[in-house]
C-alpha cells in the first residue's frame, strides 16, 4: 500500500472532485450556481490549494463548470446529459457517478414469447426469447430490478454469458450487436411481490419505472426491458431552454 | 352547423390525423415501423383516398412521418419532443396533445418562505412567496395535482390572476416575465392524503412526479413546483441514439 504526501494529495483531488461532481449532478449546484470559492474549499477539505486547483481542472475539462478566469467558477448551463452507454447500461452509468454496480441473478431462462413481449420485440408469440430478472445494486445495496428480453438471435449471447459477472450490454457489444439507439418510457408503479421482496421495500412502495427498447441501426429491436428504480436511489433530470425543443416528451396515458 | 360532404371531409382528415399522431406519441408506432397503408386507414376509417393523404401530409408537414415516396411511410426517429412551453405550461402541453385542460384551485396564498423553498427560490427564508395549490385536469378527469411557488416578485401577477381561468404561465408571460429555461427532476412519489382526495386513489398511490424550477435569463428563479400524476395519465418518452449524448440524465440519490 502506497502511503505519503504523493498518495495523500491524490486521494483529496479525487475527493473533491467527486464531491463536486455529486453535487452538481443532484443539483445541489444548479446551473449559474457559483463553486464555493478555493479557500472554502480549502478549509472544508483541510487541503492546500493544489488538489482543490486539480479538481476544478478536472470538473472544468469534463465541460461542468466555467473557467472562471478572473471570477467566482459557474456551474455551466445543460451540464446533465448522459451518454448512450449510459442509458442502456445500469453497469455503466454507475462508474460515470462513481458508484460500484452489482447485480444478484434471480433467473435466466429461453422461453416462448407472451403476446405483448412478442409486439414489443416484433417477432412471433411463441418465438424464443431469452429473458432475464435482476436485482442490481448500488453500492452494495439493493437500488433496482431489472427485466430484460432478447429475441433469440441476440439473447444467445446471454446464455453463455455469467450474467453475476457484470454488464450484459458489454458482452452484446463484445459479441458484435449493433446497438445503435434506443427509447425510454419513464412512469411510476407500485412494487410488486418480487419487487417487494427484493428491495426490501412493503409491496405498492412507489419505484421509478424505466422501460426501455433497443435497436440495430437496421431498426431490427435487440432488447425489451423493465427497469424499476428504488426513487430515493436514482431520478431523472434534465434542462430545457426556450428555443429548444426538449428531447424528452410527457405523453399522455391511454 | 355546417353539413354536407365538405364538412364530412375535414372531420374525416382530422380524425384520422389525430389517430396516427396518438398512436406515435404513444408509442404504437415507434421510429422505423411502417404506418398502415393508404388501404388500410381508408378501410377503417370508411372514408375515401382524399382525407386520409390530407393527414398524412399533415403529419409531414410535423416532422412525424418520413416523406414514404414510392414505398410505405415510416414514423421518423426523434419524434417525440415538446416545445419549451409544453415543458412549462400543463395547459400548453394539454392542448398539444389534443387534450382539454382543467383545473380546479385548492388555495393560493402570500405567506413566508420556508426554508427549503427560500434555498430553491434562491432567496431569504421567511421573504414572502405566492404559493398556488390545484387540482388539473384531462379531459373533466383528475389527472395531477400541482405546487406552484413564486417569489412575490414574481407571483405578484399570480394574485391577481383567476387561478380557476387557465394557465398561469400565459398569465406570466403576458405580464412580461422573462421565462427563459427550467429544470426538471422526476421520480416516483406515494399519494399523501391531499394527493390521495383530489386525485380519487388510496393514500400511497405511485405517482409520477415532476419537479421544476424556472428560471430568468439573468439566472433568477421565477418558479418552483411540484407535480404529481396518475401514471396512467402521463408517462415521460424520449429517444436516444449512439454518438449522442442524452440531454436527460438518470441521476443518484442521497
Given at each position: 500500500m ?9 486521494q483529496q ?5 467527486h464531491?463536486?461532481r455529486?453535487?452538481?449532478r ?6 449559474g450556481?457559483?463553486?464555493?470559492s478555493e ?5 472544508k477539505?483541510?487541503s492546500s490549494?493544489g488538489?482543490v486547483?486539480q479538481?476544478m481542472?478536472a ?9 472562471g ?8 448551463d445543460?451540464v446533465l446529459t448522459?451518454s ?5 447500461s445500469f453497469?455503466q ?7 460500484v454496480?452489482?447485480?444478484v441473478?434471480?433467473?435466466?431462462a429461453r ?5 405483448s413481449?412478442?409486439a414489443s420485440?416484433?417477432?412471433e ?17 439493493p ?7 432478447y429475441p433469440?438471435e441476440?439473447?444467445?449471447h ?9 454488464s450484459?450490454y ?5 459479441q458484435g450487436v ?9 412512469d411510476?408503479?407500485g ?7 427484493l428491495?426490501?421495500v412493503?409491496v405498492?412502495?412507489p419505484l421509478l419505472?424505466?422501460r426501455?427498447?433497443a435497436?440495430t ?8 426491458s423493465?427497469d ?13 431552454t426556450r ?7 410527457l405523453?399522455s396515458g391511454d
Amino acid at each position: 500500500m502506497t502511503t505519503g504526501p504523493r498518495h495523500r494529495t491524490r486521494q483529496q483531488h479525487d475527493e473533491i472532485a467527486h464531491y463536486l461532481r455529486t453535487a452538481i449532478r443532484e443539483g445541489s449546484f444548479q446551473p449559474g450556481d457559483e463553486l464555493p470559492s478555493e479557500a472554502e474549499l480549502t478549509r472544508k477539505f483541510t487541503s492546500s490549494r493544489g488538489p482543490v486547483r486539480q479538481a476544478m481542472s478536472a470538473l472544468r475539462g469534463e465541460g461542468l463548470i466555467s473557467s472562471g478566469r478572473g471570477r467566482r467558477t459557474v456551474v455551466l448551463d445543460n451540464v446533465l446529459t448522459q451518454s448512450f452507454d449510459d442509458v442502456i447500461s445500469f453497469s455503466q452509468w454507475c462508474h460515470a457517478s462513481d458508484i460500484v454496480p452489482g447485480q444478484v441473478t434471480q433467473r435466466v431462462a429461453r422461453e416462448p414469447a407472451e403476446k405483448s413481449l412478442a409486439a414489443s420485440l416484433r417477432i412471433e408469440e411463441g418465438d424464443p426469447i431469452v429473458s432475464v430478472f435482476r436485482l442490481r445494486l448500488m453500492d452494495e445495496a439493493p437500488a433496482m430490478v431489472e427485466r430484460l428480453n432478447y429475441p433469440f438471435e441476440f439473447g444467445r449471447h446471454v446464455l453463455a454469458f455469467d450474467t453475476d459477472s457484470g454488464s450484459i450490454y458489454q458482452e452484446l457489444i463484445d459479441q458484435g450487436v449493433d446497438i445503435n439507439r434506443a427509447s425510454r418510457t419513464i412512469d411510476a408503479v407500485g412494487a410488486n411481490d418480487d419487487d417487494a421482496r427484493l428491495l426490501e421495500v412493503p409491496v405498492g412502495t412507489p419505484l421509478l419505472r424505466v422501460r426501455r427498447r433497443a435497436f440495430t441501426t437496421a431498426g431490427d429491436v435487440i432488447e425489451s426491458s423493465d427497469d424499476r428504480y428504488l426513487p430515493w436511489k436514482a431520478s431523472f433530470t434534465m434542462n430545457s431552454t426556450r428555443g429548444n425543443p426538449s428531447s424528452m416528451s410527457l405523453i399522455s396515458g391511454d
